[in-house]
């Protein structure tokens, strides 16, 4: 029996609570983990790169643990939550944000292994994350995030497969925290733009074909925003437990709530556009001379 407002309406902090992050080695999980920390709570850091979160949890000192795991290894990610709750006494907080973006490639040209790598991580990665914390999360009547991407809104031309995975990762924390919410749990989707990130510069910056893709979204979709402000903005969501985070807002907010009109739109102009029909070709090329 829930006592006084429902869970999704009391504020969240995360003083004294044990927080769980996934790709916290670097960019948004590292700099998430840096916040949770400052306001209190302990952390698990959990990454493939085990020398990243060593560093990353020598830096915190205390209240942090560093576990080294693969998110698509789903048997690891159960030993990562057993570590975990026998080492702080329990779990509080989940935010699945692991993820990897594949070389550009249409459905026509990319690899098999390239498709299932990125779904591995990206989509069942948050699955094999999530499902082994779900008692714990019950148990504390706590919070999970799934960080999706503005992606899942918008048309996947060159990059399906990551704008699938995220699509995906929209749908299982909608279910979830749907689920969540008859034991006092909650559950929230965290949404970006573009992100400055080490991913970011590899994908968009440091290939032709990724600044021609980063060329074709107009302003203020194309904005920027730092891995800080991304972290600040999950931050701040989980403390109101809030079924969604979208960040940078502007632009990002109203393509969400107006998606269903607007993909019709867009998925037309697209189709009809000459640039990226040059896009598609260059890409292809690319793979097939």
Same mark, same amino acid.
């Given at each position: 029996? &829930?006592?006084? @407002?429902?869970?999704?309406?009391?504020?969240?902090?995360?003083?004294?609570?044990?927080?769980?992050?996934?790709?916290?080695?670097?960019?948004?999980?590292?700099?998430?983990?840096?916040?949770? /920390?400052?306001?209190?709570?302990?952390?698990?850091?959990?990454?493939?790169?085990?020398?990243?979160?060593?560093? @990353?949890?020598?830096?915190?000192?205390?209240?942090?643990?560093?576990?080294?795991?693969?998110?698509?290894?789903?048997?690891?990610?159960? $030993? *990562?939550?057993?570590?975990? *709750?026998? /080492?702080?006494?329990?779990?509080?907080?989940?935010?699945?944000?692991? +993820?990897?973006?594949?070389?550009?490639?249409?459905?026509?040209?990319?690899?098999?292994?390239?498709?299932?790598?990125?779904?591995?991580?990206?989509?069942?990665?948050?699955?094999?994350? *999530?499902?082994?914390?779900?008692?714990?999360?019950? &148990?504390?009547?706590? =919070?999970?995030?799934?960080?999706?991407?503005?992606?899942?809104?918008?048309?996947?031309?060159?990059?399906?497969?990551?704008?699938?995975?995220?699509?995906?990762?929209?749908?299982?924390?909608?279910?979830?925290?749907?689920?969540?919410?008859?034991?006092?749990?909650?559950?929230?989707?965290?949404?970006?733009?573009?992100?400055?990130?080490?991913?970011? =510069?590899? &994908?968009?910056?440091?290939?032709?074909?990724?600044? @021609?893709?980063?060329?074709?979204?107009?302003?203020?979709?194309?904005? $920027?925003?730092? #891995?800080?402000?991304? #972290?600040? @903005?999950?931050?701040? +969501?989980?403390?109101?437990?809030?079924?969604?985070?979208?960040?940078?807002?502007?632009?990002?907010?109203?393509? #969400?709530?107006?998606?269903?009109?607007?993909?019709?739109?867009?998925?037309?102009?697209?189709?009809?556009?000459?640039?990226? =029909?040059?896009?598609?070709?260059?890409?292809?090329?690319?793979?097939?001379?």
């Amino acid at each position: 029996m &829930t006592i006084g @407002a429902p869970p999704g309406r009391r504020p969240y902090h995360v003083n004294g609570k044990v927080a769980l992050i996934t790709g916290a080695a670097q960019g948004i999980g590292r700099e998430l983990a840096n916040i949770l /920390h400052a306001r209190g709570a302990s952390v698990a850091l959990v990454d493939i790169d085990g020398e990243g979160i060593a560093a @990353a949890a020598a830096a915190l000192g205390s209240r942090a643990l560093p576990l080294a795991a693969d998110v698509a290894d789903r048997e690891a990610m159960r $030993r *990562v939550i057993t570590e975990t *709750v026998d /080492h702080f006494g329990c779990l509080n907080l989940v935010v699945a944000n692991a +993820g990897v973006v594949p070389r550009p490639a249409t459905l026509r040209t990319i690899d098999g292994r390239d498709f299932d790598r990125v779904i591995d991580i990206n989509l069942t990665g948050v699955f094999n994350t *999530v499902r082994p914390a779900i008692d714990h999360i019950v &148990t504390a009547r706590g =919070h999970v995030v799934v960080v999706s991407s503005c992606a899942a809104f918008a048309p996947g031309m060159a990059g399906a497969p990551y704008m699938i995975s995220k699509a995906g990762v929209e749908q299982l924390g909608r279910a979830l925290r749907v689920e969540l919410s008859p034991f006092g749990a909650t559950a929230g989707v965290a949404y970006f733009g573009i992100v400055d990130t080490a991913m970011t =510069h590899d &994908t968009l910056d440091g290939d032709e074909l990724g600044r @021609a893709l980063d060329e074709l979204l107009p302003w203020p979709l194309s904005r $920027r925003i730092t #891995a800080a402000q991304a #972290a600040h @903005a999950v931050a701040d +969501g989980i403390e109101q437990r809030a079924p969604r985070t979208i960040a940078p807002a502007k632009g990002w907010n109203a393509y #969400a709530l107006l998606r269903g009109a607007v993909n019709v739109v867009l998925d037309t102009r697209l189709t009809r556009d000459p640039r990226v =029909h040059d896009l598609v070709r260059a890409v292809e090329a690319r793979v097939r001379p």
